[in-house]
């Protein structure tokens, strides 16, 4: 058990903290809410964001970047849309000595400031679609932050579109929703469930909200990314309009959808373990350390310390620039050096010593499970890569049985509140409720309508209203 980490099953609270704290990944900022992302949390951060871009761009959108500041009255433009944001505003009302005339919100989303821009540019069905994407951050001043899970301040995409149809913004929505699901999946092993949101839990201003919710090691769910089908809502507050091919004059339709470093905090507490972080290797920064171990000095410097950098970098040549590193901390024990990289989450560590030497091998341990191997240096770039990628399976298998074993099914609202009161987890039941039965639920359980499952179209009587037809839906506490 780590010495600085408390365990989960103590505070699991607090080990969140101590885990990142160990790991080195961010820290508190001078302003209450804000987070300052250390070098690690970034580079892994840009590893996420590197996986996200390219597969956005090979569905055809592009980046650019809209402005921080937001005029207040484009926030009011769209109702519900200022309705569900006024309360986690920041607004801006001095600047350069002066009082300004009227008020700016630092964003804490873009629809408004780019529906603005796209009125602009879209006169005739030829403009459309626009699919755009901007890396950029927010601000949602929280109440109860919380490093990466809820922050003041945060990084994240966000992908606003417009088209010239509803069915090619419904088939955008759920396209992204897809490219979603298959980035967490195959490159941060988390095993997402792809839903539709309730009317509760819906954006602010979409006419439909669809969701990736993945399970926590506490049972908690985590909303990992958004695909909202905003209808004609923005286009109309914004004049988004434009001339079709019969000549007609038509609102276009638009998109937009999100993930953010939330995924940061939805990776360590997937994956982590009462020692520390824990990282899928596809994302991870640094996947594999080779340590040269020895009490000879000389042997160090002289042969161990030269084969390790070799060594190292044949596998970066095989497995991408600065995927391996050298531990050369020789002031260290070399227990001190194991425990630095476990803590960080290092995928792989290479033993380097007098025997593997000899012996013409690499002694390897997993972060995952502690399992040794010896490596031969001949043919070593596809064990190890061999070696990492059976490692990011076993992550997500292991996650997806934890989701699978700590999901429940409910009858009646009577059942629901026991699951939940006792063990916590997913709960599925069937609801045809609308935002009063949310509301109630929510304040008799503290569990929301986490999603509608796309995958599951069974239909049957609501527990809570006792209405035919309803839709399968996972409830759950949620952070």
């Known amino acids: 058990m780590a010495r600085n980490i408390v365990p989960r099953d103590k505070d699991y609270s607090q080990w969140y903290l101590d885990v990142i704290k160990a790991s080195e990944l961010a820290d508190y900022a001078p302003v209450r809410g804000c987070m300052v992302i250390r070098p690690?949390?970034?580079?892994?951060?840009?590893?996420?964001?590197?996986?996200?871009?390219?597969?956005?761009?090979e569905t055809g959108h592009v980046n650019a970047y809209f402005p921080l500041l937001i005029p207040t009255s484009f926030l009011e433009k769209e109702a519900e849309h200022v309705e569900g944001f006024a309360p986690e505003c920041a607004v801006v009302t001095h600047a350069g000595g002066d009082e300004l005339e009227e008020p700016l919100i630092i964003r804490p989303t873009s629809e408004t400031v780019i529906g603005h821009m796209y009125s602009k540019w879209v006169q005739s069905w030829r403009d459309l679609p626009i699919l755009i994407n901007q890396w950029c951050n927010v601000m949602r001043w929280e109440k109860r932050p919380r490093l990466f899970l809820r922050t003041s301040e945060f990084l994240w995409q966000e992908g606003h579109t417009a088209h010239a149809t509803r069915e090619e913004a419904v088939e955008e929505t759920l396209r992204m929703l897809d490219v979603y699901r298959r980035i967490m999946v195959d490159h941060l092993a988390l095993p997402v469930i792809p839903g539709e949101k309730s009317e509760g839990e819906r954006f602010p201003g979409a006419d439909n909200t669809y969701t990736c919710e993945t399970m926590m090691s506490d049972g908690k769910?985590?909303?990992?990314?958004?695909?909202?089908?905003l209808g004609q809502n923005f286009a109309k507050a914004f004049d988004i309009s434009f001339q079709s091919q019969e000549g007609t004059q038509e609102y276009a339709w638009t998109t937009s959808w999100g993930v953010s470093t939330r995924l940061i905090g939805a990776i360590l507490m997937t994956h982590s373990d009462d020692d520390g972080l824990v990282l899928p290797p596809r994302i991870a920064p640094v996947k594999a350390v080779i340590v040269p171990i020895s009490t000879d000095g000389v042997l160090i410097e002289e042969t161990l310390l030269p084969k390790a950098r070799e060594l190292a970098s044949r596998l970066n040549a095989a497995?991408?620039?600065?995927?391996?590193?050298?531990?050369?901390?020789?002031?260290?024990?070399?227990?001190?050096?194991?425990?630095?990289?476990?803590?960080?989450?290092i995928p792989l560590r290479l033993e380097l010593g007098e025997r593997e030497l000899a012996s013409q091998t690499l002694r390897s341990v997993r972060r995952d499970t502690a399992e040794k191997a010896d490596i031969p240096w001949e043919g070593m770039e596809e064990t190890v890569a061999a070696l990492l990628e059976t490692m990011q399976g076993e992550l997500l298998t292991k996650a997806r049985a934890f989701r699978q074993d700590r999901t429940r099914r409910a009858e009646t609202f009577e059942e629901l509140k026991a699951i939940l009161e006792k063990e916590g987890g997913f709960v599925e039941a069937f609801f045809g409720g609308g935002k009063a039965e949310e509301k109630a639920i929510k304040e008799a359980t503290m569990a929301t309508v986490r999603c509608f499952p796309l995958d599951d179209d069974s239909r049957g009587t609501c527990f809570f209203t006792g209405k035919k037809d309803a839709r399968r839906a996972v409830f759950a506490r949620a952070y």
């Not at 769910?221 to 089908?229: C, D, E, K, N």
């Open 319 to 345: 497995l991408g620039a600065r995927a391996v590193t050298v531990d050369s901390q020789f002031h260290l024990r070399p227990a001190d050096r194991f425990f630095h990289h476990l803590q960080r989450g």
């Open 40 to 57: 690690t949390g970034y580079a892994l951060w840009e590893n996420i964001q590197k996986a996200f871009d390219e597969a956005f761009k």
């Open 221 to 229: 769910a985590l909303q990992a990314g958004t695909s909202h089908f």
